[in-house]
């Protein structure tokens, strides 16, 4: 049963992960950082939100059995807006807004949260009441829809500019991440997720 959702920011130092990633997978690149939202949005209240699930391109594998069900097809994604914005710390104390990177939406998800859920809890997996879960980095199919810096700057090949003249290939001392959420569709009352924001201090 899943409660509700809220955001997740998963902080990845990619300096670290490019030199564990093989053959070990993330460890202290993943393991030292984690916010999130202030409130979880229940799922009752995100009913008037849901929608189909991600549809597959032709040629891709069709899941397993125990993750198909006509339900989840149609009704197994979520229409939510999810946008990233950067503030450097000249940024801030230059009175600048933030700078919006990315906005993506919660409907480009190749597994819905039900059959992650479902797939995670097959072999036995013991999964109590209050454990949270992270989808993974959630990107769309165009250049601004892009969910992670690395995406973004394609590796820090290619830097984003910054209102105040700075460029950034990948996050630096004092920038402060925001990611907000919201959901809103005709009829229904507009739901917004708080801000999930976090300022990055020296070492």
């Known amino acids: 049963h899943i409660f509700g959702l809220c955001i997740l920011n998963d902080w990845s ?15 202290l690149a993943k393991s030292f950082a984690s916010h999130i939202s202030p409130w979880v949005v229940t799922m009752e209240a995100l009913a008037p939100f849901r929608c189909p699930a991600y549809e597959r391109p032709d040629g ?8 198909s069900s006509e339900e989840n097809e149609a009704n197994g994604g979520f229409d939510l807006q999810i946008e990233v914005s950067i503030a450097s710390e000249r940024m801030r104390d230059a009175g600048t807004p933030p700078q919006v990177l990315a906005v993506t939406n919660m409907q ?5 949260i039900f059959q992650m859920l479902t797939h995670h809890t097959s072999n036995g997996c013991n999964l109590r009441p209050g454990d949270m879960m992270g989808t993974g980095t959630i990107s769309g199919p165009t250049e601004d829809a892009l969910g992670s810096i ?5 590796r820090g090949a290619e830097p984003v500019s910054l209102p105040s003249g700075e460029e950034r290939k990948f ?3 004092g920038d402060e991440l925001i990611m907000r959420a919201w959901c ?5 009352r507009r739901i917004g997720f708080g801000d999930c924001r976090a300022v990055i201090e020296g070492a």
Not at 13 to 27: C, K, S, V
Not at 60 to 67: A, G, H, I, S
Not at 108 to 112: A, I
Not at 184 to 188: R, T
């Open 150 to 154: 690395l995406e973004i700057t394609k």
């Open 108 to 112: 480009h998800l190749y597994w819905t």
């Open 13 to 27: 130092a990619r300096d670290i992960q490019a030199w564990e990633y093989q053959p070990l997978g993330p460890f």
């Open 60 to 67: 891709d594998p069709v899941p397993l059995p125990y993750l």
């Open 171 to 173: 996050l630096a001392d």
């Open 184 to 188: 809103e569709a005709d009829g229904a």
